[in-house]
């Protein structure tokens, strides 16, 4: 019995790590560090409803190809005291998702990635978010990609 139950947990992890393996590159709902490149296309920065000092904006990172797009909602906080955020991000491609409500830091970036996914040739492709701080709902203009 007991060599069966190994045997189970063992198929259970290999299939699990497959599974993990073919799933579309995203940190959400997690907030993560941000390091932008060429690739990333972002709409104009917004100071959020509820502070000046709370920055926001939408973004899409898209692969050398254009093959591939992935939605980020950036997040600054150059306020003096920690704010409370949580978002979404909506696409018209399958990109979008939920991001945790997390604690930012005064002085911190940060972003909630959606999911990397196969545009090929679609045009336009287009994101916006949703950014909920300290209860005060607000929305990015969105970004659109010809």
């Known amino acids: 019995m007991r060599q069966v139950s190994k045997a189970l947990t063992m198929a259970a992890a290999v299939v699990g790590a497959g599974m993990l393996a073919a799933a579309p590159a995203s940190a959400a709902p997690f907030w993560q560090p941000v390091s932008t490149t060429s690739n990333w296309h972002c709409g104009s920065t917004e100071k959020h409803a509820g502070s000046n000092n709370v920055l926001f904006q939408t973004c899409i990172v898209v692969s050398d190809s254009n ?31 939920d991001c945790n409500s997390s604690k930012l830091n005064p002085g911190l970036v940060t972003g909630c990635f959606g999911p990397t996914i196969k545009v090929g040739s679609a045009s336009p492709i287009y994101a916006y978010s949703d950014l909920k701080m300290n209860g ?11």
């Open 136 to 146: 005060i709902s607000d929305r990015s203009t969105s970004i659109t990609l010809v």
């Open 67 to 97: 093959t591939y797009a992935q939605a980020v909602l950036v997040v600054r906080n150059n306020a003096s005291a920690a704010v409370n955020i949580e978002g979404s991000l909506t696409t018209n491609f399958g990109g979008g998702a």
